[in-house]
């Protein structure tokens, strides 16, 4: 009996937790009747965690977003999109479930994945799942001619902009000066800028250049090589000990016809990773399945949304990817012959 009653007590006690009004909630319910629920179907909203508005993730979530929502009736997803800190503040957002997808660099999925780097602490990040690879990035840097930086390893002692805490570049540009044994802490002067933000603090005079690893064409490369100040892009060469340290890191060229601004007239070499889209494991199959189906099925399309695309093919899309691939995803390259 007694078993019953504490039983009885538990269940209405919980009964108004969860619909917020008990026996004193009652009294404060006014009389109209509730209008039937009109007939709708559900729609699932996700949120795609992107970089600064002037570089190439934020249109990449948008092109994302763009081919997803034509179909929204027929999966009832709704995809929209954040401008960011970049890699790492994504990869933090998706598993604390604050956002649903995220486009983050390779070696960035790496160590998150493998609890390395800004993970050191935190430990592996199980629940991080990949979707699909995007363009690829190159680790950039920008300088003024009047600085006198032709390369990396010019950088010493100058004012630099290497990336804001939760963006993907902050660790490579460490990486990349460590290799030429500069320290960032001592050697120069360090920036914690965004990325949106480097362009005009550089024409403005107040940092002699700044790290962005990005795709190209990218608007924020565009705004500071196309200032009064003249501008150039260093060489970052001789990698060979950091390509060797790092498996996710390869060679890479920027391309400069994007850019007449820039004082260089030949490609300039430098190292590079990828961009990735991932999610968390706690996304719904078909949510993730929906997304990978539109982006694949309207592969041509979406290669058309923006310049950095060119070099994709739906099967280096597959490539570059750490943690394991969603069963969302999984299922549709199944289907599709991709796997
Ligand atoms: N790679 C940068 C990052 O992870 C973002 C680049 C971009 O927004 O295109 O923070």
């Given at each position: 009996?007694?078993?019953?009653?504490?039983?009885?007590?538990?269940?209405?006690?919980?009964?108004?937790?969860?619909?917020?009004?008990?026996?004193?909630?009652?009294?404060?319910?006014?009389?109209?009747?509730?209008?039937?629920?009109?007939?709708?179907?559900?729609?699932?909203?996700?949120?795609?965690?992107?970089?600064?508005?002037?570089?190439?993730?934020?249109?990449?979530?948008?092109?994302?977003?763009?081919?997803?929502?034509?179909?929204?009736?027929?999966?009832?997803?709704?995809?929209?999109?954040?401008?960011?800190?970049g890699?790492?503040?994504?990869?933090?957002?998706?598993?604390?479930?604050?956002?649903?997808?995220?486009?983050?660099?390779?070696?960035?999925?790496?160590?998150?994945?493998?609890?390395?780097?800004?993970?050191?602490?935190?430990?592996?990040?199980?629940?991080?799942?990949?979707?699909?690879?995007?363009?690829?990035?190159s680790i950039t840097l920008v300088a003024a001619v009047d600085a006198g930086i032709e390369d990396i390893v010019e950088l010493k002692g100058k004012r630099v902009n290497i990336g804001n805490i939760?963006s993907g570049q902050r660790q490579n540009s460490i990486d990349a000066l460590e290799a030429f044994g500069i320290d960032y802490n001592s050697d120069l002067i360090a920036e914690g800028i965004k990325a949106a933000e480097a362009p005009g603090l550089l024409q403005d005079g107040r940092i002699d250049a700044f790290f962005y690893t990005v795709?190209?064409?990218?608007?924020a490369i565009?705004?500071a090589t196309?200032?009064?100040r003249?501008v150039r892009f260093a060489s970052i060469?001789?990698?060979?000990?950091?390509?060797?340290?790092?498996?996710?890191?390869?060679?890479?060229?920027i391309?400069?016809?994007?850019?007449?601004?820039?004082?260089?007239?030949?490609?300039v070499?430098t190292f590079?990773?990828?961009?990735?889209?991932?999610?968390?494991?706690?996304?719904?199959?078909?949510?993730?399945?929906?997304?990978?189906?539109?982006?694949?099925?309207?592969?041509?399309?979406?290669?058309?949304?923006?310049?950095?695309?060119?070099?994709?093919?739906?099967?280096?899309?597959?490539?570059?990817?750490?943690?394991?691939?969603?069963?969302?995803?999984?299922?549709?390259?199944?289907?599709?012959?991709?796997?």
């Open positions: 009996m007694r078993k019953i009653f504490i039983l009885c007590i538990t269940l209405t006690v919980g009964l108004a937790l969860f619909t917020g009004c008990g026996p004193s909630g009652e009294e404060q319910t006014d009389k109209t009747e509730v209008p039937a629920t009109p007939k709708t179907t559900k729609t699932t909203f996700v949120t795609i965690g992107t970089g600064g508005i002037t570089g190439v993730y934020y249109p990449t979530g948008g092109a994302i977003a763009k081919i997803v929502n034509r179909k929204k009736d027929t999966y009832g997803v709704r995809v929209t999109v954040e401008s960011t800190g890699s790492v503040f994504n990869i933090n957002a998706i598993m604390a479930g604050d956002l649903q997808f995220g486009v983050v660099q390779s070696d960035r999925q790496y160590q998150a994945v493998n609890g390395l780097a800004e993970w050191k602490d935190k430990g592996k990040q199980e629940d991080l799942r990949a979707v699909f690879s995007v363009h690829p990035e939760g795709g190209h064409p990218s608007g565009k705004e196309s200032g009064p003249k060469t001789g990698v060979d000990s950091l390509l060797a340290k790092y498996p996710y890191y390869a060679k890479a060229k391309p400069v016809k994007f850019y007449p601004g820039a004082l260089n007239t030949e490609d070499d590079g990773v990828k961009a990735t889209f991932v999610t968390s494991a706690k996304v719904p199959d078909e949510v993730v399945y929906a997304v990978t189906k539109e982006v694949f099925d309207n592969f041509d399309a979406f290669k058309k949304l923006h310049p950095a695309y060119t070099v994709l093919t739906k099967e280096n899309m597959l490539e570059g990817m750490s943690a394991p691939l969603h069963p969302g995803a999984m299922k549709y390259y199944k289907e599709a012959g991709l796997q």
